[in-house]
């Protein structure tokens, strides 16, 4: 194994493509586009023995899968090529939103009885799409940012403490933004500290749960993208696409 001053190559060939990155961006992407469209706006419930009603965002379920491929991104490929499928989250947000907002407008034909229907599925108001937007970038950047960091720190040991540590502070960013952003004024302030608290806790809790995948993911891409970068003298702006 050799060692240079941003990564360690396991025998990898650098001006070679890496074979799994740009399915993980896909995946990342498409992931990111339906968690937004589908579940960010619905309060599920429920009846739990002995705890009673709980009540969490349905969005819980599937977006903290998110955090899990961009620690996988950044244990791999470094922080500057996470931060790249972030942009490309971002990107794929706004189109998604452009043309939600597009077909909804749109006037609907004569006899056609699916309009409110889709004002109430796809009519996602500015302030939600700006939140989620705001939310999402700093949130999986800070994942990222953390990750890598931690990475350096603990000298590529203990994958565990930074998955998890590096989600605390992500999702925390993203759920301290997203949900006041989103909703305050909207829904009761109990409602939104409770959902926002145990959203947190189900995110935290899904990575925590999620370690013995990543752990597998994490090597088999290793041995199979001959990489394993170190970000000892990355560039950390966030106002980057380049790697």
Do not use: C
């Not at 992931?31 to 706006?41: D, H, T």
């Not at 699916?114 to 796809?122: L, R």
């Not at 000298?155 to 305050?184: K, M």
């Amino acid at each position: 194994m050799s060692t240079d001053s941003h990564h360690q190559t396991l025998g990898r060939h650098h001006a070679a493509p890496y074979r799994y990155y740009d399915f993980i961006m896909a995946g990342f992407v498409t992931l990111l586009l339906l968690s937004n469209l589908i579940g960010a706006g619905k309060v599920a419930t429920v009846d739990l023995p002995v705890f009673g009603e709980f009540s969490f965002g349905a969005a819980v379920l599937f977006f903290p899968l998110s955090y899990v491929i961009g620690d996988v991104l950044t244990e791999v490929y470094g922080y500057a090529r996470a931060r790249r499928v972030v942009w490309a989250g971002v990107g794929a947000m706004l189109f998604m939103s452009f043309m939600s907002w597009a077909v909804v407008s749109m006037p609907p034909a004569d006899g056609w009885q699916g309009q409110a229907a889709y004002e109430s599925v796809f009519g996602q108001t500015p302030r939600i799409v700006g939140a989620s937007l705001f939310a999402f970038w700093a949130g999986e950047l800070v994942n990222a940012y953390v990750m890598a960091r931690m990475k350096v720190w603990t000298a590529g040991r203990h994958l565990w403490s930074r998955t998890i540590g590096s989600t605390f502070f992500g999702q925390g960013v993203d759920s301290l933004l997203f949900y006041p952003l989103a909703f305050w004024g909207v829904w009761p302030t109990d409602l939104l500290l409770m959902i926002m608290a145990t959203n947190f806790a189900l995110k935290v809790s899904w990575e925590a749960v999620l370690t013995p995948v990543t752990y597998r993911v994490v090597a088999v891409l290793k041995a199979r993208e001959q990489e394993d970068y170190f970000d000892e003298d990355t560039d950390f702006t966030p106002f980057k696409i380049k790697t």
